[in-house]
T-cell receptor, first 111, second 115 residues
Framework: GEDVEQSLFLSVREGDSSVINCTYTDSSSTYLYWYKQEPGAGLQLLTYIFSNMDMKQDQRLTVLLNKKDKHLSLRIADTQTGDSAIYFCAEKEDNFNKFYFGSGTKLNVKP | DVKVTQSSRYLVKRTGEKVFLECVQDMDHENMFWYRQDPGLGLRLIYFSYDVKMKEKGDIPEGYSVSREKKERFSLILESASTNQTSMYLC??????????????FGDGTRLSIL
């Protein structure tokens, strides 16, 4: 199967920017997604990027895609304590049903 | 709004019991998925279904079966529960390939404990 890798932990101070990184192996991925999971809950779709894009911005969230290096990042500006959660990246090929998820990055925001 | 509903948030069962986890979606999605989530292991796909009565094994199907008799409902069955099946179970649904951005939409999860 495909390999999607993320670092397990990230700790930042409130008000700083957070950058969560993800690498993937499948060069034919069409869509790449970021999900957020709060304690005891399911995964909530945050944003996605199509593989022919380099960047997507949505309010405090910026997604950067380096397709050559197969590297995806999620930047959260002005990080708040409510952003503390586990963040998953996922990739998918357009013609297939399966998603491939990373193991998740636990973001801890210190006041 | 998109809605995936799992029947129980918390469930406690005994070793050897047959356990049913139910998932219902109201988005008319063709695809439905069952994952389990364990600390440090991320999400692992157990089974998925791309149509009524159709199913495919995921990465860890052993000890599990599924049923999809209606489009909106996808059930996960633990044939004879064991303690190593204690986990968080997540259900998801999505459109079929070629229909837009096709993200998976998740339920809130069922935390299952097998004693």
């Amino acid at each position: 199967g495909e390999d999607v890798e993320q670092s397990l932990f990230l700790s930042v101070r409130e008000g700083d920017s957070s950058v969560i990184n993800c690498t993937y192996t499948d060069s034919s991925s069409t869509y790449l997604y970021w999900y957020k999971q709060e304690p005891g809950a399911g995964l909530q779709l945050l944003t996605y990027i199509f593989s022919n894009m380099d960047m997507k911005q949505d309010q405090r969230l910026t997604v950067l895609l380096n397709k050559k290096d197969k590297h995806l990042s999620l930047r959260i500006a002005d990080t708040q304590t409510g952003d503390s959660a586990i963040y998953f990246c996922a990739e998918k090929e357009d013609n297939f049903n399966k998603f491939y998820f990373g193991s998740g990055t636990k973001l801890n925001v210190k006041p | 709004d998109v809605k995936v509903t799992q029947s129980s948030r918390y469930l406690v069962k005994r070793t050897g019991e047959k356990v049913f986890l139910e998932c219902v979606q109201d988005m008319d999605h063709e695809n439905m998925f069952w994952y389990r989530q364990d600390p440090g292991l991320g999400l692992r796909l157990i089974y998925f279904s791309y149509d009524v009565k159709m199913k495919e094994k995921g990465d860890i199907p052993e000890g599990y079966s599924v049923s999809r008799e209606k489009k909106e409902r996808f059930s996960l069955i633990l044939e004879s529960a064991s303690t190593n099946q204690t986990s968080m179970y997540l259900c998801a649904s999505s459109l079929i390939p070629g229909q837009g951005t096709q993200p998976q939409h998740f339920g809130d999860g069922t935390r299952l404990s097998i004693l």
